[in-house]
């Protein structure tokens, strides 16, 4: 049977509001389990309309309509006042997506920061984002979150390094086609990537004649019961605009005899992990560099588990 690795990212305040609980009710439905990576400091996402100065940036949000796929909310929240912190507003509503058992990851204290100023962090700037989100998680949870993945694919060796220190028992950071142990200056680290395959619906739809009406069809076609699949949905927006379209989606992968499962599933099911190095490279719908698993370079096709 085919399984598809289902990352759910949980970016803002409304995407926990209101994406989370709808996402919950839906999956339930299916009887399917899930990875959710929340976001749980402030939501200042408002501040990426920065961005709309560079053109690439500009035609993203001009594609997808953005205004009305993710709400005037979000694309204005924290831009003249600081923005809420999620953790704080809404920590019943993550207890309640691992009460129903669903893995619940830490994806960012703050999202906007991370995604903005990565290229410039140092590994103090990058192990106190980290404290902080890890924090605030078990906190909410009582006990620390046991996966992580980064905003927007932004990951750096340095990043790998600082969560090498934390009880991660995989991180998903980067784009690419099998799990993996990163290697870092030539040493492989010890918690495995597992890395998101499939394009999102922001990168696929408006581009090479994708649309809402042929999305789901599309995306289907991506997936192979013969390597590995791993799709993000965000909570923002299959989780609120796209709710149906999601839930015609799943249907479809049931109709097909396939089946949609927590990330560390996939992990747990791996006979051979291979090692390789993460580099940045563009690709096809989203504006700047994105970490993915390199093709070749050092570890790369050593399939022995360090």
């Not at 694309?75 to 893995?103: C, D, M, Y």
């Not at 410039?120 to 605030?136: C, P």
């Not at 696929?204 to 949905?233: C, K, P, W």
Request: hydrophobic share 40%; charged share 20%; proline share 6%.
């Amino acid at each position: 049977m085919m399984e598809i690795g289902l990352r759910v990212d949980v970016d803002t305040l409304r995407g926990t509001r209101y994406g989370v609980p709808a996402l919950g009710a839906l999956l339930a439905k299916y009887d399917i389990r899930a990875s959710f990576f929340f976001s749980v400091g402030p939501d200042n996402m408002g501040r990426h309309l920065w961005r709309l100065l560079r053109p690439r940036f500009l035609w993203k949000m001009m594609r997808t309509r953005a205004a009305s796929l993710y709400g005037w909310d979000i694309l204005l929240r924290g831009t003249a006042w600081p923005g809420p912190v999620i953790g704080q507003k809404l920590p019943h509503l993550i207890t309640a997506s691992a009460h129903a058992g669903h893995e619940v990851g830490l994806h960012a204290w703050d999202h906007h920061a991370w995604q903005s100023k990565i290229d410039t962090m140092t590994a103090k700037d990058i192990s106190h984002a980290l404290h902080r989100g890890v924090h605030a998680l078990t906190r909410i949870l009582g006990k620390p979150p046991t996966c992580s993945a980064v905003p927007g694919w932004k990951c750096r060796d340095q990043v790998l390094i600082e969560k090498g220190k934390f009880p991660f028992a995989y991180n998903s950071d980067c784009r690419g086609r099998s799990i993996f142990y990163p290697v870092v200056a030539g040493k492989t680290l010890s918690q495995p990537q597992i890395p998101v395959t499939l394009p999102t619906y922001d990168e696929a739809v408006g581009q090479g004649g994708i649309n809402e009406h042929n999305f789901n069809d599309y995306m289907l076609s991506l997936m192979s019961d013969t390597r590995l699949n791993v799709l993000t949905i965000h909570a923002e927006v299959e989780g609120i605009a796209c709710l149906e379209l999601f839930d015609r989606f799943l249907n479809s992968v049931r109709s097909m005899g396939a089946r949609l499962v927590p990330l560390g599933q996939l992990l747990n099911g791996a006979s051979e992990i291979e090692t390789a190095v993460i580099e940045p490279r563009e690709i096809p719908g989203r504006e700047g560099w994105v970490a993915c698993q390199a093709g070749d370079g050092s570890g790369s096709g050593d399939r022995t588990a360090p």
